[in-house]
């Protein structure tokens, strides 16, 4: 301290005396590092969370750990730093990460935090969508004037056009495997990446009003785009000085997603036709009776934007990583096969009803435990403790820290699940030995802030898993289960290749 009060009087000395410009700017550049230093200094060493573990460096340079990472396992580290350091652990100067099921409760739900500044790195020029807005109440009248297209009466009024994408689904499983199959009847089917089409395509059914017809299209630049996109925002959460860098603003960096989703308001808006869709009810919205829940052209672009890319990317991924851990673990495909061969088809059609899966136990049981073993959010959900507060009775944290609620090390830590790292559908079951811990488990996340999709992504991979059960036999190929460990995180959790194929063939024509 004592020489950033004498660099600080030396500075006064210069101006003072008409120094020249140059040494003036080194002495205020001295002046700011020592300002800066010695800021830190002060939390690394007297700061009120002082008392909770972590890697010392991370005090000081919070982003600095990043640095070596292979692109998307960032959240490997914060896996490691919980395995070493317990439940809460100290992540940055003002800066927590948690892992104890009771905390995450209190911050996501009891207290019901803002979401912390990560999100707003997200945003696209100052522009939010529901995923990325900070403000509570902003987030509340934007959330209410959307709620009408994710209510339950709504999607059920949805399935024709799940339906009609699923059937779509078929006929391009169908082609493919007629073109791949060996003596065995079996086809090579790249399953991850057609259940992403077919997730985008469901979106332009129930969404804009016709499908996009990308299961049918493997050159469609959305599917690629959007990967890039999650690519981009992932770095930019990990080395957050970018978002300074203007040529690096998202509406620059994603012209293709934009203007895709533009040119959809545009003909809808210019049609005059009133659809019965999701893009209907934002559209509505520019007329709602009280101002505030209206919104304008481009805040429904962006909210089609998170709908186009979060409701396609979750929901396509989880599908996926069910087929990987069904490959892995037989006995759960054989239970699935039988529970869903027990429910008959409609007469005449390839496509399960709601009514018929919701309620099927092993099918949601898979989906379950799916989703707790490969969580979307893997490095956490970030909020902004906006007063002092106390944690699991004795850990005090001030206003100003950011507490990232990691979800996924709870969902496997061994504390509150048994064989927490084995796939055991059965632990969800009514009539199971081993049980699941309801408590520990945030797939969807919590409180006012959770995922406005749930009911929609549900009803989509209830419907996807049982009809491909239904119509085809599915093997695995050796190499794609070995490629299919390499887990990466773009926002959401996905594989590093993009790509899973499996063999299929058809249980009856």
Not at 96 to 120: N, R, T, W
Not at 156 to 168: D, I, Q, R, T, Y
Not at 178 to 198: R, S
Request: glycine share 4%.
């Amino acid at each position: 301290m004592d020489k950033l009060e004498k660099s600080s009087h030396n500075l006064i000395f210069y101006i003072q005396h008409n120094v020249p410009i140059i040494q003036l700017g080194k002495a205020a550049i001295s002046l700011l590092a020592m300002y800066y230093m010695s800021n830190k200094i002060k939390c690394a060493l007297f700061d009120p969370l002082n008392n909770i573990p972590g890697p010392f460096y991370r005090r000081f340079f919070p982003h600095f750990g990043n640095i070596g990472l292979k692109s998307g396992e960032r959240f490997r580290l914060t896996e490691y730093y919980h395995r070493k350091y317990g439940h809460v652990v100290r992540v940055g100067p003002d800066a927590l990460s948690v892992s104890d099921k009771d905390i995450i409760k209190q911050i996501l739900v009891i207290d019901d935090f803002e979401k912390g500044p990560a999100y707003s790195r997200l945003q696209n020029g100052g522009e939010a969508s529901m995923l990325d807005l900070i403000s509570k109440d902003l987030h509340r009248r934007r959330r209410r004037a959307i709620s009408p297209a994710f209510s339950t009466k709504y999607i059920k009024s949805l399935e024709p056009f799940f339906a009609s994408s699923v059937e779509s689904l078929i006929k391009k499983i169908d082609s493919e495997i007629e073109k791949t199959k060996g003596n065995e009847e079996f086809g090579t089917i790249d399953i991850w990446h057609i259940t992403k089409c077919m997730a985008l395509d469901v979106i332009g059914e129930t969404a804009f009003g016709g499908t996009f017809n990308m299961i049918d299209n493997d050159d469609h630049i959305v599917p690629s785009t959007i990967l890039k996109l999650m690519k981009i925002l992932e770095f930019v959460i990990s080395y957050p000085w970018v978002t300074k860098i203007p040529f690096l603003k998202r509406n620059k960096r994603i012209p293709q997603l934009s203007n895709f989703v533009k040119n959809l308001i545009k003909s809808r808006l210019e049609s005059n036709v009133k659809r019965d869709d999701i893009l209907q009810i934002l559209v509505d919205t520019m007329e709602a009776e009280d101002k505030r829940d209206r919104l304008t052209e481009y805040e429904i672009i962006t909210e089609t934007i998170l709908f186009l890319v979060a409701g396609s990317e979750t929901t396509s991924n989880t599908i996926g990583f069910a087929l990987i851990e069904m490959c892995r673990n037989p006995d759960s495909l054989e239970k699935l096969f039988i529970e869903i061969d027990g429910v008959d088809l409609d007469g005449g059609s390839n496509v399960f009803n709601q009514n018929q899966l919701k309620n099927l136990p092993y099918l949601n049981a898979i989906i379950k435990e799916t989703m707790r073993l490969n969580t979307m959010p893997a490095n956490g959900l970030e909020r902004m403790v906006t007063r002092d507060i106390i944690l699991k009775g004795d850990i005090f944290v001030p206003k100003g820290t950011k507490v990232r609620c990691n979800i996924s090390v709870a969902q496997v830590h061994p504390e509150y699940w048994s064989n927490p790292s084995a796939f055991k559908p059965e632990r969800w079951l009514e009539d199971s030995n081993e049980k699941a811990s309801p408590s520990a488990y945030f797939p969807f996340s919590a409180g006012s802030r959770n995922c406005i999709g749930k009911d929609f992504a549900l009803n989509e991979m209830r419907l996807v898993l049982a009809t491909l059960i239904k119509h085809y036999y599915i093997e695995p190929i050796p190499e794609q289960m070995v490629a299919a460990m390499e887990k990466r995180h773009y926002l959401t959790l996905t594989i590093a290749s993009s790509s899973f194929k499996i063999r299929m063939k058809r249980r009856f024509s």
